[in-house]
C-alpha cells in the first residue's frame, strides 16, 4: 500500500497533520507513507516517524515564470510542472489524503491520476469537490464556529477512523538539536534549573498578535515572579517585533530571531518551562515536543480549532459574544491590548499546573480575570482534545450545543448508514459528564429547560423537513429507475427536482430562523453542492442518503441533548 | 568564431598587435602584461577569477560573451560555475599564449571547446557562429582589463552584439500619447506601426483626459487658479501614465511631444531599466520646452535636421536622431466617393487643415476656380467669396475623402512669422505624407527637406509664391495624365519609403546601436507566438496538439492563453489540464498578495 499524505500549506499545518500520518501508519503498519509539503514543513515532515518519504512541492518558481511575460520561461514553467507530475504519477500512490483545501492541490492530484482520493479532489467532470464525510465537516465547520469542540488535529486524524487513544503530534528531536539548544543555554548563562520562558511576538497577520507592550509587561512581571531567562523567538522577519519588545523591556529577554533551525527551536522548547505565544506555527512545535503553550487567542483565532494539541496547554481570551468567521475583520486595534499581563500570568500559571494534572480546582471568577476567559487542554474520555474552563462558570447555550454536536458529530460521522451509528452510551455519557461538571449552572435569557425544548422543536422541525426531503427523493428516484411509471417521466423529475431544490430553501431559512440547525443545514447543503457525476439515478440516490443522514443527526442530537440535561439536571442541583 | 583548440597554428595569431609579455605567478599560475597592465593577478589568478565570477550578476538561463580571454581564468571560471561561454578576444597574441597554458596545465576545466573569436570586430557581424550565439541574448562580461587596454573594441563588439541579439526580437514598448493635438494621432500611427513590427504595445492614452482638461481650464477665470489646477491636472495625468507604464514593464517607453508627463517621469522610469525615447513632432522654434526635457532621455527624436540639432548638443542631449513622420497605408489610402460624396468633396482644388493666418493670406488670392477649405479657425470675409469652406473639426476618413475628391490637394506650412510661403521653413507637416498615400495630387510650399523624401518635378511639385501657385494649378488643372501619373509616384513613393513602420524601425535602430548593451544586460522577455513555439516543439507531444488548436498568431505567455484555457476540467486535454493548475496556482498566489498589498 502506498499513502500520499498532502498538505501544502504551512509548517503549523504539517504539524496539526502529524496525528493523522500516525493514524495511517496504525491502519497500515506495512505501509509506503509519503508527505508531500512544501519547504517550510519538509523539516517537520522528515521528523515525523512514520513519513517513509517526503516530497517537496514548490511552486514559487513556477509562479515567477508565469509572471514573467516570458515564452521561453512559460515553456520552463510547463516543462518542470510536467515533470514534477510525471514522478508523482511514477510513485504509484493507491491513496491520497489531501488535508490542503485548494482548488490547486485537487487539480495537480487528479493530474497524477491517484485512484483514491480523500479530501479535496476533482469530480471526474472537473468539479472542485471533496471527498469524505470528515473532510466535509472541516469544510464546513468553519461557517458555524461556535458550535465546533474540535481540535483541526482530531478533525483530520479522523479522515481515517482513529484507532489511537492516545494521540499527539509528532515532531522527533535529535541529539544535535539539543546540543545546539545546551549550546545555547550556556551561552546565555542560563541552567537547566532556571525558570525558562520563550515568546513568540509575531503571528502571520496583525490582527491574531496580542501587543508587543503587553509582552513586555509580562515579561517584567515573569522575572520579578519566577526569576525568568526569557528568549524571544521567531523568523528573521519578525526581529522588528523583538526591537520594539527590547526597547520597552530593555535586557529583559535574549532575542534569537534566525538564530535557530526549526529542529533546534524545537529542543530549546523541549527544555522550556513554558512557550507564550500567538497562534502560530511555533505553538505546535512546543506542544509536540510537550513544552506547555500559553496561546493569546486575540484576533479572529479560535483556539478551539487551531489551539495547542496535547494535554497540559493553556488558552486565554477576551470574553466575546461571538466567534464570527474565520475571516472575521478585525474587532479593533484595541483587543490586541484588552488582555493585560497580569492575565495572561494567571495563564501561565495554569499552563504549569495543567502539566503536572491540571488546576486543582477552577478559579472563581474575580475581577483580575473578569473579562477573559481561560481554559486547559486534556484529551477527553472520546480521545479528542478538550479545553476544560478554568474560571468556574455558568454554561451557556452555545456550551451545550457544542457538547451537543462534538459527541453527535463523533459518534456519526464514520459512519455508512444510520444504523451504523454508534450506540455505546458509556463512552458518551464519560465524556459529556466530564464537560457539564466544569460549569457552575445554566445561564441564559431562557431556562434551560426551555432551551432544550426551543432546540428540540428545532432539531425535530428540521428533520422533518429532512424527511420530507428525503421522501420527495425516493420518489424522484422511483420514477428515475423505472420503479414508478409514470406518463411524463422527464416532466414529473423536473417537477422533483423543483420541489427539491423549494425544500432546500426551507431548510435554509430553518437554519437562519434556528441558528442551533445550522451546521446541519450548512452540512447537508455542501454535499448536495458536492454532488458528482451526471447519472441522475445515482445523484438522487445520493441526494436522498444526505437527507437521511440529516434526519439521522437531528435524532441523534435531540437524544444526545436529553442526556446533556438528565446530567445538568443532576450535576447542577447537587451543586 | 570557432572553438579555441581550432586557433592553434592560425597564422592570425601570430600578429603581434603589441608587446605581449608572459610573467610567471607566485603559485606556478602565469599571467601575462600587456601594455604595463597585468592581465590577472600574479598571487592567485584562479581565485581571482572565481571571485570575479561570483561578483556578477548572471542570469542563469543566458549564456555569457566573454570580451578578453587572458589566459583563460576567467573562461574556466565561467564554466566552472555551470554557463555556456563564448569569447571575443582583442589581441590575437594573447589567444596564442593561451593555448600555450592550456597545453601546459593540466586538470584544467576543459576550455577549449569555447568558442572564441579575435581579430576584426566588424568581422564578426556576418560570423555565422557568433550571430547564432548573438541569438541566444547572451549577458555580456567584459574582463576588466580588456575594457581598460581596448575600449574601442569593447565598445564596438558590445553595439554590434547588441544588434545582433535584439534585431528581430518583440519589445515590449510603451508609447506615451498626449491628450489633444497633432501629436496625437500620430502617436496611434506609432502604436500600429510598433504591433505591425511584432512589438508588444501598450499605448498610454491621455485623450479620454482632455474633456475634463479643457471643462476644467475653462471654468476657471482666475489665471492663477487655473494654473494651479492646471499644475495638478498634469501631475495626476503623469503619475497616471507612470502607474500604467511600470504595470506594462516596457523595455522602452516612447512618450510623445505634448504628452502630460513630469521632468522625473524619465528619471522612475530609467531607475527601472526601461529605456526611455521623446519624439517631439513639433517645431522647436515655436515650442522650446525640448531645451529642458531633451538631456532627460536616453533618446530624442525629432523632424527637423540641421540647426536644430547643433542646439540639442548645446543643450547637452547626446543620442538624439532625425526622424520624420510618415503615413499608414492602412488609414491612409485611396478610396472610392459615392455619388451622394462626390457632390461634397468634388472640386478642382482643396485645402485640408487649420486657418493660420499665412495660409489665409495666401489663399485669399486663389480666385476663380473651384476651391473648397475644410478645417477650423478659417472666418474671413474674402475667402469666403470664392472658396467653400467647411469650418469644423474632421476626421481621417473625411480627409482621406478631401483627397479623393479634390484634383489638386494644397499642402502650405503653417507659420506665424510669414504671409503666404515660409521660405524658412524647415518642419514638413505629416500631411505631405498622408495626403500621398491617400493618392491624392499635391502641391506643397518648398520646406526644406522635402526633396529628400519626394521628387519635387514628378512626383510634388511646389510652389513659392502665389504666383507659381496659380500657374501651376492652372497647368495640372488642364493637364490631367500627368496630375494622375505624378500623384501616382508621389503615392507609391509614400507607402514604400516613408510609412509610420519604417519610422518605428529607424526609432529601434538607433536605440539598439546605442544603449542596446542595457537592453541585453536587463534581458528582454522572449515572447513568441504559438506559432513559434509548435515549430520549436517535437511534434510527439501532448503540449504540441494542444497548442495547434489555437491561433497560431497568439502569444505563447500565460495572459494571452489564458482566454484559451478552459476553467473547469471538463474534456481537457492534458497540456491544457496542466495550464488550468498553473493558472489556478497563479491566481490563488496572487488573491494573496493583493490582500497582503
Known amino acids: 500500500m502506498r499513502i500520499l499524505v498532502v498538505q501544502i500549506t504551512r509548517m503549523g499545518d504539517v504539524i496539526q497533520t502529524s496525528p493523522l500520518v500516525h493514524a495511517l501508519r496504525l491502519h497500515h503498519p506495512e505501509a509506503h507513507i509519503a508527505m508531500m509539503v512544501r519547504k517550510m514543513g519538509k523539516l517537520v515532515a522528515e521528523r515525523h516517524p512514520d513519513v517513509d518519504e517526503v516530497i517537496v512541492y514548490n511552486e514559487d518558481n513556477m509562479f515567477i515564470d508565469l509572471r514573467s511575460r516570458d515564452s521561453d520561461r512559460l515553456l520552463k514553467a510547463y516543462r518542470e510542472t510536467e515533470q514534477f507530475i510525471d514522478s508523482l504519477k511514477a510513485k504509484r500512490f493507491d491513496v491520497a489524503y489531501n488535508t490542503t483545501n485548494s482548488l490547486a492541490s485537487a487539480m495537480l492530484l487528479r493530474l497524477t491520476g491517484i485512484p483514491e482520493i480523500v479530501g479535496a479532489d476533482l469530480s471526474d467532470d472537473g468539479c472542485f469537490i471533496r471527498r469524505g464525510r470528515w473532510v466535509n465537516y472541516f469544510f464546513t465547520s468553519v461557517f458555524c464556529r461556535e458550535y465546533n469542540d474540535l481540535n483541526l488535529c482530531d478533525i483530520f486524524r479522523h479522515f481515517v477512523r482513529p484507532i489511537d487513544s492516545k494521540p499527539s503530534l509528532y515532531f522527533t528531536l535529535h541529539d544535535e538539536d539539543r546540543a545546539h539548544a545546551s549550546a545555547l543555554l550556556r551561552a546565555n548563562d542560563v541552567t537547566e534549573n532556571d525558570f525558562i520562558v520563550c515568546m513568540q511576538l509575531g503571528a502571520s497577520e496583525d490582527s491574531k498578535r496580542w501587543a508587543v507592550s503587553r509582552y513586555a509587561e509580562l515579561a517584567r512581571l515573569l522575572i520579578e515572579t519566577y526569576k525568568a531567562k526569557i528568549f524571544l523567538v521567531g523568523v528573521q522577519e519578525e526581529a522588528c517585533l523583538g526591537n520594539e519588545f527590547m526597547q520597552l523591556a530593555p535586557g529583559a529577554a535574549v532575542p534569537l530571531y534566525g538564530h535557530t533551525t526549526l529542529s533546534q527551536l524545537g529542543a530549546l522548547l523541549e527544555c522550556s518551562d513554558v512557550l507564550i505565544t500567538n497562534d502560530t506555527g511555533t505553538m505546535h512545535v512546543a506542544a509536540a515536543v510537550k513544552c506547555p503553550v500559553t496561546l493569546v487567542s486575540v484576533g479572529h483565532v479560535h483556539y478551539r480549532e487551531t489551539g495547542p494539541y496535547g494535554e497540559g496547554h493553556c488558552a486565554i481570551e477576551y470574553k466575546r459574544e461571538f466567534l464570527g468567521q474565520s475571516d472575521l475583520k478585525v474587532r479593533g486595534a484595541d483587543e490586541h491590548t484588552r488582555i493585560n499581563s497580569e492575565q495572561v500570568l494567571a495563564a501561565v500559571r495554569v499552563a504549569l499546573m495543567a502539566k503536572s494534572g491540571g488546576p486543582e480546582k477552577q478559579m472563581i471568577d474575580n475581577t483580575t480575570l473578569a473579562n477573559v476567559d481561560l481554559y486547559y487542554t486534556r484529551m477527553a474520555p472520546d480521545s479528542c482534545l478538550a479545553f476544560y474552563p478554568v474560571i468556574r462558570r455558568p454554561m451557556h447555550k452555545r456550551d451545550l450545543l457544542r457538547l451537543a454536536y462534538r459527541a453527535m458529530w463523533l459518534r456519526f460521522l464514520h459512519c455508512k448508514e444510520a444504523s451504523d451509528v454508534d450506540h455505546d452510551q458509556s463512552k458518551v455519557l464519560r465524556c459529556l459528564q466530564e464537560f457539564i461538571m466544569q460549569f457552575d449552572g445554566f445561564d441564559a435569557d431562557e431556562p434551560l429547560h426551555e432551551y432544550h425544548k426551543t432546540c428540540e422543536e428545532g432539531f425535530t422541525a428540521l428533520g422533518e423537513l429532512a424527511a420530507e426531503g428525503a421522501e420527495l427523493a425516493r420518489q424522484l428516484l422511483d420514477i428515475l429507475s423505472g420503479k414508478t411509471v409514470h406518463a411524463r417521466p422527464m416532466t414529473a423529475a423536473r417537477d422533483y427536482v423543483e420541489n427539491l431544490m423549494q425544500l432546500d430553501e426551507k431548510m435554509r431559512l430553518h437554519g437562519e430562523l434556528h441558528p442551533a440547525c445550522k451546521p446541519l443545514v450548512l452540512i447537508a447543503r455542501f454535499e448536495r453542492d458536492n454532488l458528482e457525476g451526471a447519472d441522475p439515478i445515482d445523484l438522487a440516490r445520493t441526494t436522498r442518503d444526505i437527507y437521511r443522514a440529516t434526519i439521522t443527526c437531528c435524532s441523534l442530537l435531540n437524544a444526545i441533548l436529553d442526556q446533556i440535561i438528565s446530567l445538568c439536571e443532576t450535576a447542577f442541583t447537587d451543586t | ?597
Open chain 2, 1 to 597: 568564431m570557432k572553438m579555441l583548440e581550432a586557433w592553434r597554428g592560425d597564422p592570425l595569431l601570430n600578429e603581434m598587435l603589441e608587446s605581449v609579455e608572459w610573467v610567471e605567478g607566485r603559485k606556478g599560475f602565469p599571467t601575462l602584461r600587456v601594455r604595463g597592465v597585468l592581465l590577472h593577478s600574479q598571487y592567485n589568478p584562479v581565485e581571482e577569477a572565481r571571485r570575479f565570477v561570483s561578483g556578477l550578476e548572471l542570469s542563469a538561463e543566458r549564456p555569457v560573451l566573454l570580451l578578453g580571454v587572458g589566459l583563460g581564468y576567467h573562461v574556466a571560471a565561467l564554466r566552472e560555475a555551470g554557463y555556456e561561454v563564448a569569447c571575443v578576444e582583442p589581441n590575437p597574441a594573447v589567444l596564442r599564449y593561451a593555448l600555450e597554458r592550456i597545453s601546459n596545465t593540466e586538470s584544467e576545466t576543459d576550455i577549449t571547446k569555447v568558442p572564441v573569436a579575435t581579430g576584426d570586430p566588424d568581422d564578426l557581424q556576418s560570423d555565422a557562429l557568433f550571430q547564432a550565439f548573438a541569438e541566444k541574448m547572451p549577458s555580456l562580461v567584459v574582463h576588466p582589463a580588456t575594457a581598460q587596454l581596448y575600449p574601442v573594441y569593447v565598445e564596438k563588439i558590445t553595439g554590434i552584439l547588441s544588434q545582433l541579439s535584439l534585431t528581430g526580437k518583440r519589445l515590449h514598448i510603451a508609447i506615451v500619447g498626449p491628450m489633444y493635438g497633432g501629436s496625437l494621432p500620430i502617436a496611434r500611427y506609432l502604436v500600429r506601426a510598433f504591433e505591425q513590427l511584432g512589438h508588444q504595445v501598450l499605448f498610454v492614452d491621455n485623450c479620454k483626459a482632455w474633456p475634463l482638461y479643457e471643462t476644467m481650464s475653462k471654468s476657471i477665470q482666475s489665471k492663477r487658479v487655473g494654473k494651479q489646477l492646471s499644475e495638478l491636472a498634469s501631475h495626476f495625468l503623469s503619475e497616471w501614465s507612470y502607474a500604467r507604464v511600470m504595470e506594462f514593464a516596457p523595455d522602452l517607453c516612447i512618450t510623445m511631444a505634448q504628452a502630460p508627463v513630469s521632468n522625473t517621469f524619465t528619471a522612475r522610469l530609467r531607475q527601472s531599466g526601461i529605456l526611455t525615447a521623446f519624439w517631439y513632432v513639433e517645431n522647436w522654434r515655436h515650442f522650446p520646452y525640448w531645451k529642458d526635457i531633451a538631456p532627460l532621455y536616453d533618446a530624442f527624436f525629432h523632424i527637423q535636421p540641421g540647426v536644430f540639432e547643433e542646439q540639442l548638443d548645446v543643450a547637452g542631449c547626446t543620442h538624439h536622431a532625425f526622424i520624420q513622420t510618415g503615413c499608414d497605408p492602412g488609414i491612409h489610402h485611396p478610396v472610392t466617393l459615392t455619388e451622394k460624396e462626390e457632390s461634397v468633396y468634388r472640386c478642382d482644388v482643396s485645402f485640408a487643415g487649420a486657418g493660420y493666418t499665412n495660409r489665409i493670406a495666401l489663399f485669399k488670392g486663389l480666385t476663380g476656380i473651384d476651391f473648397k477649405i475644410w478645417g477650423v479657425n478659417w472666418v474671413d470675409r474674402d475667402l469666403s467669396r470664392n472658396a467653400t469652406i467647411h469650418e469644423g473639426w474632421f476626421d481621417t476618413d473625411t480627409y482621406l475623402k478631401i483627397a479623393a475628391g479634390s484634383k489638386i490637394n494644397l499642402n502650405l506650412h503653417s507659420s506665424a512669422h510669414h504671409y503666404g510661403v515660409d521660405p524658412t521653413c524647415d518642419a514638413l507637416n505629416p500631411r505631405v505624407f498622408e495626403i500621398a498615400a491617400a493618392g491624392g495630387f499635391q502641391l506643397c510650399d518648398p520646406c526644406i527637406g522635402l526633396e529628400q523624401y519626394f521628387d519635387t518635378e514628378t512626383e510634388i511639385p511646389v510652389y513659392r509664391s502665389l504666383d507659381e501657385l496659380r500657374e501651376k494649378i492652372n497647368w495640372y488643372l488642364s493637364h490631367e495624365d500627368e496630375r494622375i501619373e505624378a500623384a501616382r509616384l508621389a503615392h507609391e513613393r509614400a507607402i514604400n519609403e516613408h510609412t509610420y513602420i519604417a519610422r518605428a524601425q529607424s526609432m529601434l535602430d538607433f536605440i539598439l546601436r546605442n544603449h542596446g548593451d542595457k537592453l541585453l544586460k536587463k534581458g528582454l522577455r522572449i515572447q513568441k507566438t504559438v506559432g513559434e513555439v509548435v515549430d520549436s516543439l517535437d511534434t510527439d507531444n501532448t503540449l504540441v496538439t494542444w497548442l495547434k488548436g489555437l491561433p497560431s498568431n497568439v502569444l505563447f505567455t500565460h495572459e494571452a492563453l489564458k482566454p484559451y484555457i478552459q476553467s473547469s476540467g471538463f474534456g481537457h486535454t492534458r497540456a491544457e489540464a496542466i495550464f488550468a493548475y498553473m493558472t489556478e496556482v497563479r491566481q490563488f498566489s496572487e488573491s494573496l498578495l493583493k490582500d497582503r498589498l
